[in-house]
């Protein structure tokens, strides 16, 4: 099969020609059909960070269809379903697993080769996965906009550490996709203004569509906060911090309302400074989100399925494995992509 191949930190990939994987023991073969390109990808090959696994096969975004399953699977999987593989997955044998809580799994897996450990992912036309990590797609939902669920369940999860209540007012700083799942959520949960700032033209009006009620051109007010002020009289209860650069946590903390929330969903991959007078100031409760819940995936694949939220304005970009490189590469620097899927279909 065709896989885009990862080699060294600052090597575009290289699409090569590799093994079909083979289901062991628990796994099911997918054929990948959409398969989102994650800012963790790019992170985790960055030559600062250096923590994707040489010679693997990134990306962990993945919906298809299962070609084939292994023995002892978990579940009854046949060729032809269609599935949402869980990134984040558990065993699925023990005690919590049985309880459908694979995210607290003390052997926990995730794929998509971001650390040394971590088997291939899907920038390829096939892939292995634990049948336990498989979520079944409705009908209805397309795979492609299943393939977001990963995004979307990192926004949920922001939003709900966030603990929002009815009527409150929220800035989301950042409009990638955990930016812009963060605003779907925060609107759908019962928030008054969702107000998204970010640089990039084209995100902002993707935020507009998503739920956003209001959003602040990053370039042309560098000042979030007074911005927010201007346009909603107020200042936030809780602020989204969704773009994981130096800076950003007290940027977050300095815009909140005080004793208001700050939940930091963008990863920042640098050593930061924090702003300890500031912080005392405003008494806010930070919280980092780390992993979203099988629960909360089931969600969004339910909600997608009875047309309460449609996330495909997220994806700016489809390309098939040929093209993929490139536009790796393009998204190191700010572009007007957003969510770029991979869709090994097209070539
Ligand atoms: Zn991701
Ligand atoms: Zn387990």
Not at 293 to 301: P, R
Request: glycine share 12%; aromatic share 4%.
């Amino acid at each position: 099969m065709r896989a885009a191949v990862y080699d060294a930190p600052g090597e575009p990939l290289r699409i090569a020609e590799v093994h079909d994987p083979v289901p062991g023991p628990g796994q099911a073969v997918i054929r990948v059909a959409a398969c989102g390109v994650c800012g963790s990808d790019l992170h985790a090959t960055a030559p600062e960070a250096d923590l994707a696994r040489r010679g693997g096969v990134l990306g962990h975004e993945v919906a298809g269809e299962v070609v084939e399953v292994g023995p002892e699977p978990v579940g009854g999987w046949s060729p032809g379903d269609r599935v949402f593989v869980m990134p984040v997955g558990g065993c699925g044998r023990c005690p919590q697993c049985k309880l459908d809580r694979p995210e607290q799994c003390p052997r926990q897996r995730s794929f998509g080769a971001l650390g040394p450990e971590e088997p291939d992912g899907g920038y390829a036309e096939y892939l292995a996965v634990s049948s336990a990590d498989l979520l079944a797609v409705p009908s209805g939902v397309p795979l492609d906009a299943a393939a977001l669920c990963e995004p979307l369940a990192t926004g949920l999860m922001c939003v709900r550490q966030a603990e929002l209540a009815i009527g409150d007012r929220v800035l989301i700083l950042g409009a990638g996709p955990i930016g812009l799942a963060a605003a779907v959520w925060a609107r759908f949960f019962g928030a008054r203004r969702v107000v998204v700032s970010e640089r990039v033209g084209h995100r902002l009006g993707v935020a507009e569509r998503l739920g956003a009620t209001d959003v602040i051109d990053a370039g042309l007010y560098p000042d979030a906060a007074a911005r927010f002020a201007e346009l909603t009289g107020a200042e936030p209860d809780a602020v989204i911090e969704a773009v994981g650069r130096p800076g950003m946590l007290n940027a977050a903390v300095a815009a909140v309302r005080p004793q208001g929330r700050v939940v930091t969903g963008g990863v920042c991959m640098e050593p930061d400074s924090f702003d300890h007078l500031l912080a005392y100031a405003k008494e806010p409760t930070i919280r980092a989100a780390r992993v979203y819940t099988k629960a909360e995936n089931e969600f969004i694949l339910e909600m997608m399925a009875s047309g309460r939220i449609d996330p495909a304005p997220m994806i700016s970009h489809r390309v098939g494995l040929g093209d993929l490189p490139a536009a790796f590469e393009a998204l190191r620097s700010p572009t007007d992509q957003c969510k770029v899927m991979v869709e090994p279909g097209r070539g």
